[in-house]
């Protein structure tokens, strides 16, 4: 098999390394040629027998790759890991900011695209059967042959640091990965400010920038929160290693949240850290990993691996078995689902797709537009919570 993956950005963003590098590197283990090209670049050959289009809105690219793909035969696929394709987004976008029309425009935009790219592949890909809807087959997001690496380094530092450790402390661990999840971690506000009031010697690192909501705040002013910036992926196991507990909540009113898939419990298990989650409609349970639906079970999750040093430990155990046997299934599933989509004649020779001066303008005022409402967005997020520490007396950096 040959197969082309397409995405609208660049490789090294979460959703292109987890739906496009990483199924490339697991095809290619197996035997077939597999590729990964970013949709803006100026020329490419397309010459393969699978196209797939992750999260490429039609109308601009989506629709030129698809028209190349079956000049020569090839089927399309249209790839996507978050409700990016549902109206659903757009909603999403505008509950997250609400005082940001154009960015809700942006999202509204994009969601209508996508879910033209959607009908008019030949199939369709997804990370979560939530997601998938009956649309098309599953496979679940597994992690890269080099993200393994790193964390096997940082598990067996962690390992190492916590046979000399002399205290109790606990460090409960919010990697945010993007600015819009003030509302997931105020969902479980309450119950963690009650575990950090009982549990003296618990702690909580924030990763980004998370507004604290206010039970959490008077716990920022006595020292017991710590805040550590955005970092690239590959620095990522370093920062999870710090973690005894890793939290994953959801605002579960969102549908939109309901699709996201496992991907901070399989990083979280492959240092060795045990996770609690919310328990959405896309997670399944697993070993190593407390799910909960109310603040009463958040409370008892919580109590039960900051009381007990062993079952905690025991439970990173069992993480990192859950993550082995995840990416064994998900990886043995991979090549029977692109067999499937193998077109019945042989491809006919090859096309280009290129990016006519136009199409390049066009997608440089839409980047020049992405790049203004993500600089604003941090710009307006960094001021705020700047803001907020002068007024309750600030917190540790």
């Given at each position: 098999?040959h ?6 950005s660049?490789?090294d963003?979460?959703?292109?390394r ?6 490339c590197?697991?095809?290619v ?5 597999a ?6 670049q ?8 699978i196209?797939?289009?992750h999260?490429l809105p ?6 030129a790759f698809a028209?190349?793909a ?22 999403h976008?505008g ?5 940001d ?6 999202s ?6 996508n879910?033209?790219?959607?009908q008019?592949a ?8 939530f997601l ?11 992690l ?10 940082a598990?067996?530092r962690?390992?190492?640091?916590l ?22 971690l105020a ?7 009650a ?5 003296s ?9 998370v507004?604290l909501?206010g ?6 002013q006595n ?6 910036p ?5 620095e ?13 909540p959801l ?11 496992e991907?901070k ?5 492959a ?33 039960s ?13 069992a993480a ?12 043995s ?25 136009k199409?390049?303008?066009v ?31 600030g917190?540790?950096?």
């Open positions: 098999m197969i082309l993956f397409v995405y609208p660049q490789a963003d979460a959703t292109n987890y739906r496009c590098v990483h199924l590197e697991a095809l283990a197996a035997g077939h040629t590729e990964h090209v970013s949709a803006g100026d020329m490419v050959r397309v010459a393969h027998d196209v797939v289009l999260r039609w109308g601009g690219p989506g629709s028209a190349a079956r000049r020569i035969g090839a089927r399309v696929v249209y790839s996507a890991d978050d409700l990016i394709f549902d109206l659903e987004h757009a909603r976008t509950t997250l900011f609400p005082d029309p154009l960015r809700y425009r942006h509204k935009r994009e969601a209508e695209a879910l033209q790219t959607l008019n030949d199939g369709a890909l997804f990370s979560t059967e998938a809807a009956g649309r098309g087959p599953v496979l679940r997001n597994f890269g042959t080099e993200l393994l690496m790193l964390s096997q380094s598990r067996e962690r390992e190492a640091f046979k000399l450790r002399q205290d109790d402390r606990v460090t409960l661990g919010y990697l945010s990965g993007s600015p819009t999840h003030d509302a997931d969902d479980i506000a309450l119950p963690l400010a575990a950090l009031e009982r549990f010697q618990a702690r909580l690192l924030v990763v980004g920038t507004a909501s039970p959490l705040r008077r716990f920022e020292g017991r929160v710590r805040r550590h955005y970092v690239p992926w590959r990522l196991p370093g920062l999870i290693a710090q973690v005894d507990i890793n939290l994953a605002d579960l009113t969102q549908s939109f949240n309901h699709a996201k898939s991907i419990f399989l990083e979280a298990a240092v060795g850290v045990p996770t609690v989650a919310a328990r959405s409609a896309a997670l399944l349970e697993t070993e190593g990993a407390l799910l909960c639906g109310t603040d009463t079970e958040w409370a008892e999750a919580l109590a691996w900051l009381s007990d040093p062993e079952t905690r430990k025991a439970a990173g155990g990192f078995a859950a993550l082995e046997k995840h990416q064994a299934s998900t990886l599933g991979i090549e029977s689902v692109f067999t499937a989509w193998m077109p019945e004649k042989a491809i006919s020779g090859s096309a280009t797709v290129t990016r006519p001066h199409s390049k303008l997608g440089r005022i839409f980047q020049t537009e992405q790049k203004y409402l993500r600089r604003w967005h941090y710009f307006k997020r960094h001021w705020r919570l700047a803001n907020e520490q002068e007024r309750h007396g917190g540790t950096t």
